[in-house]
């Protein structure tokens, strides 16, 4: 009579449980990468809704915004603690610029009624994001309208976004059509976005 010897298991079986736990991985990863990714835009949505209503607040007894860039809403918490680097530079949770501009809340209006809220440096999932993020209408939110488009060249440039697709109009969130339209502008590959938003 033969005695068999089974004391440990067969390499198949080894290279089966691998192969299961490998997958399930696979699967777990990209469960997370997708989290941080929404998570990244709730973040920066919040952000810029509590942002608007400091600057709104800070300057409610006032004519204008004249005074509003970087350095005031560092010096006066007007932003949170997590966006601000070096020299009072604003970043996004994408680490891509965040600067202010002003502009008159109504065409041909007086200058400097109305802020700009400009984030440089964006994935086009992020930029799609913010462009279907609805932020509101009339005067309790401010909001004015919102420009986007491919950010081709170094973020750090000042330039203008492309222009505003409302002027003192309600608007509703872009549809996807138009959000991936005018993220990915006019390059199908384009992987960086600029997106503005217009308060008073």
Known sequence: MKKSNEYGRSMIEMLGVLAIIAMLSAGALSGYSKAMRRHRLNEMISQTAQMVVNIRSFYGNQDSYETLDENTAVQYNIVTQRMIG??????????????????????????????????????????????????????????????????????????PPTSYFTTNKQMAPLTMQEAIEHCAGTTPNASRSTVALKFF
């Open 86 to 159: 070096e020299n009072s530079t604003l970043y996004s949770p994408y680490h891509g610029r965040i600067n202010f501009s002003l502009d008159a809340a109504v065409e041909g209006g007086p200058d400097k009624t109305a802020f700009v809220i400009t984030y440089r440096d964006l994935p086009v999932e992020a930029c799609i994001g913010m462009a279907r993020t609805d932020w509101g209408h009339g005067e309790k939110y401010g909001f004015l309208g919102l420009s986007v488009g491919a950010d081709d060249a170094d973020p750090s440039y000042p330039l």
